[in-house]
């Protein structure tokens, strides 16, 4: 039995559009993260994976330890439901979100915020002022891990941080000791460039070779900048973690010394921006079904709603992947629209009405944005349905 037979059968009583989770493909890329982690611990990404329940089946397995999460109401929330250990990776601006962290000590001992500045640890005070007592606040410094060349005329990276050298880091660390009520607990720094660009971009030799030779200077840059950094920080204090890499340098990040865990998130669903690694293979693992509900001409098929772009720039790589059948692609006039998604190729003459087309996200999480559920599939049956973010009723951004 293919997959399509599978997927089909275990849901065969769901109306479509849903949305689904195969678990083997998820274990199997999960194991997979693990080994290339070599013993150290991979922190979870909540931001591609939007689902409480799925989060804690992940936990539970052999590898994985806490959570990197992307804003601190969700962070909140995950503690309050007994998630624990939970980084929030991108600082926050919350004011009332910060009231409650630092009035809630159980919270504050799980929860550890991050910075790259001194304008962020005068917001946070300012912020907390009135609360009475005061819970100690836990922080990560974000150190920029972009790659910088021809004398800053080239950078690829994301733009994070502001800080970057040794001397800067130190100073801020500096700064952090000095203020009662704070304590930096970790460092982080995401190489997105390695992480998060695939070095086999299909159909393009010249720009394979180009991004490879970046990512090969970057992570020789990298290795000795942030073992610097980690070491110009610890002199001023001690940390608990220092945080790396993602799922697309999982087993480049780990072989440096002083980084003590990485991160990842969309390994576990393997999105279809993923395919795109010479490192690793992983399995699709999560997808969406939506119903063919008209045949406008030969060798077409139109099926109900689609447009779920992922974020980032603008492009044919941002949209969903016609995956089940194989050999159908986009209408070129129209794409994946808002109500209706017209789809060509031989596969088409075979589909009717009512028959599901299973697509595939671009990104990971962002497909948990539009479905208030999962259903489980564990070979050709459904095991579990289970919320999402959205399910539970939590739209954090």
Not at 52 to 68: H, K, N, Q, S, T
Not at 87 to 103: H, I, K, Q, S, W
Not at 242 to 270: D, L, P, Q, Y
Not at 355 to 370: I, T, Y
């Amino acid at each position: 039995m293919d997959d399509r037979q599978r997927y089909d059968r275990a849901t065969a009583e769901l109306d479509p559009p849903f949305a689904i989770l195969d678990l083997a493909a998820m274990r199997a890329n999960a194991a997979d993260m693990a080994r290339r982690a070599g013993g150290k611990p991979i922190r979870v990404a909540s931001k591609s994976v939007r689902s409480r329940p799925v989060l804690e089946r992940i936990l539970a397995m052999d590898g994985f330890r806490g959570v990197m999460a992307f804003t601190l109401p969700e962070a909140l929330w995950l503690v309050s439901t007994g998630l624990t250990d939970v980084l929030v990776a991108y600082p926050t601006a919350d004011r009332r979100a910060l009231a409650r962290l630092a009035g809630d000590p159980a919270a504050a001992r799980e929860i550890t915020l991050t910075v790259d500045g001194v304008e962020h640890l005068d917001l946070i005070e300012a912020a907390v002022a009135g609360v009475r007592p005061r819970a100690e606040i836990r922080l990560c410094m974000d150190v920029d891990a972009g790659y910088v060349a021809l004398g800053g005329r080239f950078r690829a990276g994301a733009l994070r941080s502001t800080i970057r050298e040794p001397e800067q880091a130190a100073a801020l660390a500096a700064d952090i000791a000095a203020r009662p009520g704070f304590r930096l607990a970790g460092l982080m720094a995401y190489e997105a460039q390695i992480a998060g660009v695939g070095d086999d971009p299909p159909g393009n030799a010249l720009l394979a070779r180009a991004v490879r030779l970046m990512q090969a200077r970057s992570a020789r840059d990298l290795v000795v900048r942030r073992g610097r950094v980690v070491r110009a920080v610890r002199e001023v204090c001690d940390l608990e973690f220092v945080n790396g890499g993602g799922t697309g340098s999982i087993e480049r990040t780990v072989r440096e010394k002083a980084v003590t865990e990485v991160a990842a998130g969309s390994g576990f669903f393997h999105p279809r921006l993923f395919d795109f690694y010479r490192r690793f293979t992983g399995r699709p693992a999560a997808l969406f079904a939506l119903p063919v509900v008209r045949r406008p001409g030969p060798g077409a098929v139109t099926t109900l709603g689609g447009g779920y772009p992922a974020s980032g720039p603008a492009g044919s790589t941002r949209l969903p992947q016609p995956y089940l059948p194989a050999g159908l692609r986009y209408a070129p006039d129209e794409g994946a629209g808002e109500v209706q998604t017209p789809l060509l190729g031989q596969a088409a003459h075979d589909l009717r009405i009512g028959d599901r087309v299973w697509f595939r996200h671009a990104k990971a999480g962002e497909l948990c944005e539009r479905f208030d559920a999962l259903h489980l599939v564990d070979g050709d049956t459904l095991v579990e349905t289970v919320p999402t973010y959205r399910g539970e009723g939590k739209t954090f951004l």
